[in-house]
């Protein structure tokens, strides 16, 4: 069973930034693809970021060039740099993991262990 840890989330302003941090148990995190989702009041989850185990990163067209995602495989933490935040971008933040690869997570958006959710607020 791997545990995912959220950290980061807040409340910023229009403009600002944050970083979201993850914190993984898995034995072997470094084969694992990693990801973020977000879910926003009244609406389904999205997929926001991912990044694979050889560090590919991919990104939904709503965060593209703005969020960046990273990981450090001795730290086993992923990281999610947000910048230039918009109130569209209010959200609970969750940290994903798949052992499937990131064509199975892209594709199906159902990974194999979740995170609990960070919440972050973007303020007008």
């Known amino acids: 069973q791997v545990q995912l840890v959220e950290s980061g989330g807040g409340l910023v302003q229009a403009g600002g930034s944050l970083r979201l941090s993850c914190a993984a148990s898995?034995?072997?995190?470094?084969?694992?693809?990693m990801g973020w989702f977000r879910q926003a009041p009244g609406k389904e989850r999205e997929f926001a970021a991912a990044i694979s185990s050889g560090g590919s990163t991919y990104y939904a067209d709503s965060v593209k060039g703005r969020f960046t995602i990273s990981r450090d495989n001795a730290k086993k933490t992923v990281y999610l740099q947000m910048n230039s935040l918009k109130p569209e971008d209010t959200a609970v933040y969750y940290c994903?993991?798949?052992?499937?690869?990131?064509?199975?997570?892209?594709?199906?958006?159902?990974?194999?262990?979740w995170g609990q959710g960070t919440q972050v607020t973007v303020s007008s």
């Open positions: 994903a993991a798949d052992t499937r690869g990131v064509a199975v997570m892209l594709r199906e958006g159902n990974p194999d262990y």
């Open positions: 898995a034995r072997t995190f470094s084969s694992y693809t």
